[in-house]
């Protein structure tokens, strides 16, 4: 066999190399004219969710067969061609581009899709200036505005930070320009859901500080509906209202009630938010600088409740081994222990529900419980949407709060309940005031005013057609620092949730109110994901620990116990005539065993801490190793594979 030269060795090299970019050329210029999408993540981000592709596939059933008829159109502006444009920010706008490709794939020709580049001192930039786009560091432009006949809805910048959300930021806006229309949505609270003076600060109660803004959970219905506020002691509910939230109701009058009752008897929906220990409850606190939760007392609706064959403990929350937190630290940043705030996974929620199928977490602190009494024909169906694990008991809920390690320490055996945290109740509803509407107390006299005849009237006994209202054993859901963190960043103040609490409360808010396109996208906001082995292993680890934790805290305790009868014994020898002789060297080999007794628990919890400080990092290392390390095995092997066989030749 000739042996090859050097000239043809390289020749042969560079027409390989030549062969290879031409293939590579052409692939991509085949593959350009292909369009095809894979989308491998949990729960297809990527991918245009269910509910976005029935709201573009309403679009034709409004145009029918018309083609004159109006378009739903999208002008979206990128600016290209300027160094100044960031490189993650220019990625970020090719996949929104992306994004919006696949509303027109879906839609066809009910959707008119425009691609502006707003160059500087040009029509376009006119363009964007007039459709409300706004200039990010006034040197490029990153938006869009969707319009459908007179309705135009603007997103004047796009944030990286919402990519998870863009989506529902998009679908959100077609559904308002399509539905201009709002459904009214009342909000009836005894907290400071409004916004307003900060009760913790007496200037701002002076109206000498900054104001609080609403609570975020308003502030996002404002902008999909026309929310109301509903006084707490109002008796009567406006008959415009179609969705009524009624967050921690405390010592209605019947007369409240009663209103309450009747709205709902006339078709209205009902979402009730029950709690037996409200963080941001401050009536109970004289010193409102000084917030203790839970002074103020639980809530609930005692008359509708039994009416519907509920009851709802106001004084006890849930306690859950399953569900606490694994990693909680306190203000300090020293380990705490929480059982009673509850970190709900997908096992906790229906899968069911609509209203419940999407959400991943949910943050719940100090949560309640209903319980609906079985063997009762009332016409009325439950659906359970959130529960407790079967790991879980009840508690005290003043002292859920101060004393999580003995709650742990003295958990005992679990209930092996499922104590139901939310629920839907569908059905007929009768009344709870079958005598008709409570006289009003005079004011200022014990006695009451005798209703005339044509009060009752108006008085409904029964739903005409079947009903629904949500249950709720939780406000803290609620509160802002629970369930969003708040970002200020260039395009502005930028609000993103930490789990799907807030997407919980749109959802039910959206399915009550006869829409759920919104639910299925809107549920991706969750951005909480959770290593879910990680969490297994640590539980693993927790009980492996808990037994030796549990003999060395009980010898502790027999040890404190003898030390403190010694002790007392030695003060009372010397304050009394009557002398009793202690023997200090005992005394002190007690002492000297409490401290061993408090290292050997300190080094249990340390121990554990190590042991699931390994676990995870165990985790991190395969998820971030594992792939390189295949290649570079394949690589290996491919290496000495090809060596062989030029050595053979």
């Keep these: 066999m000739k042996k090859e030269s050097k000239l043809d060795i390289l020749l042969h090299g560079v027409g390989g190399a030549a062969v290879v970019f031409t293939c590579v050329v052409l692939f991509n210029i085949v593959s ?6 894979a989308d491998f993540t949990e729960g297809k981000v990527f991918t245009l969710s269910e509910g976005t592709r029935n709201i573009l596939k309403d679009l034709d059933k409004d145009r029918g067969d018309d083609s004159d008829s109006a378009k739903l159109k999208i002008r979206f502006f990128r600016t290209k061609g300027n160094n100044d444009v960031p490189i993650m920010l220019s990625s970020f706008a090719q996949r929104v581009e992306d994004l919006l490709d696949q509303y027109k794939e879906t839609a066809g020709s009910n959707l008119e899709l425009e691609k502006i580049n707003p160059s500087p001192d040009t029509d376009e930039e006119d363009l964007a200036v007039k459709d409300g786009i706004s200039s990010i560091q006034g040197t490029f432009y990153l ?65 000498r500080g900054q104001q609080q803004p609403a609570w975020v959970f ?64 401050d009536s109970g606190n004289q010193n409102p ?24 403990e106001n004084s006890q929350v849930i306690a859950d081994l399953k569900y606490q937190p694994k990693n909680a630290q306190g203000r300090d940043g020293q380990p705490v222990v929480m059982p009673a705030y509850l970190l709900l996974d997908k096992s906790a929620v229906s899968k069911e529900n609509l209203i419940t199928s999407q959400i991943n977490s949910l943050h719940l602190p100090y949560v309640g419980h209903f319980k609906r009494n079985s063997g009762v024909n009332d016409g009325l169906e439950s659906e359970i949407l959130l ?36 629920m839907r109740l569908e059905g007929k509803f009768k009344t709870a005031f079958p005598d008709g509407k409570p006289a009003a107390p005079e004011e200022g006299d014990d006695k009451v005013v005798n209703e005339n005849d044509d009060s009752k009237k108006d008085h409904l006994s029964e739903t005409e057609e079947k009903n629904a209202v949500l249950l709720i054993g939780d406000t803290d859901l609620l509160v ?8 200020r960043t260039i395009f502005g103040n930028q609000v993103q949730m930490i789990n799907g609490n807030l997407a919980f409360v749109q959802n039910a808010v959206e399915n009550m109110g006869g829409d759920s396109n919104l639910i299925t996208v809107r549920s991706r906001e969750d951005q909480n994901r959770p290593f879910e082995k990680i969490n297994e292993m640590q539980e693993e680890a927790t009980k492996k620990f808990n037994a030796e934790l549990k003999r060395a805290q009980e010898k502790l305790e027999s040890i404190v116990a003898e030390k403190s009868k010694m002790e007392q014994n030695n003060n009372q020898g010397e304050n009394q005539v009557l002398t009793i002789k202690i023997n200090q060297e005992d005394l002190k080999q007690i002492r000297k065993q409490e401290a061993e007794a408090q290292r050997q628990i300190r080094q249990v919890r340390k121990d554990l801490r190590k042991d ?38």
Aim: net charge positive.
């Design 480 to 487: 802002n620092e629970i369930s969003v963190r708040v970002q």
């Design 387 to 422: 529960k407790s694990s079967n790991q879980s008991k009840l508690v005290d809920g003043m002292s859920s709060q101060f004393n999580g390690q003995d709650i742990i320490d003295k958990f005992g055996t679990p209930s092996g309940t499922e104590h139901i945290i939310a």
């Design 143 to 207: 938006g869009m505005s969707i319009s459908y006949l007179d309705s135009v809805e603007t997103l004047p910048s796009l944030d990286p930070r919402r990519e998870r959300n863009l989506e529902y930021d998009i679908s959100r806006r077609i559904t308002k320009v399509l539905k201009p229309k709002k459904t009214v949505v009342g909000v009836m609270s005894s907290l400071n859901v409004w916004g307003g003076p900060d009760r913790s600060n007496p200037m701002a109660m002076m109206n």
């Design 612 to 649: 699931i400080d390994r676990l995870q990092l165990r985790l991190q290392l395969a998820n971030v190793g594992v792939i390189p390390l295949l290649i570079i095995i394949s690589g290996i092997v491919f290496f000495f594979i090809k060596r062989r066989k030029t050595a053979a030749v």
């Design 218 to 281: 308003v502030q996002q219905l404002r902008q999909d509906y026309d929310v109301q506020q509903i006084q707490p002691a109002a008796t009567e509910i406006d008959k415009t209202v179609d969705v009524l939230l009624v967050i921690h109701p405390k010592s209605l009058s019947e007369q409240t009630e009663y209103a309450l009752d009747q709205f709902v008897l006339r078709g209205g929906r009902l979402i009730a938010f029950v709690d037996p220990l409200a963080t941001r409850d």
């Design 289 to 312: 600088q000084m917030r203790i939760p839970g002074l103020g007392g639980g809530s609930t609706l005692e008359k509708l409740f039994k009416a519907w064959n509920l009851t709802f």
């Design 32 to 37: 350009a004219q292909v369009k095809f999408r």
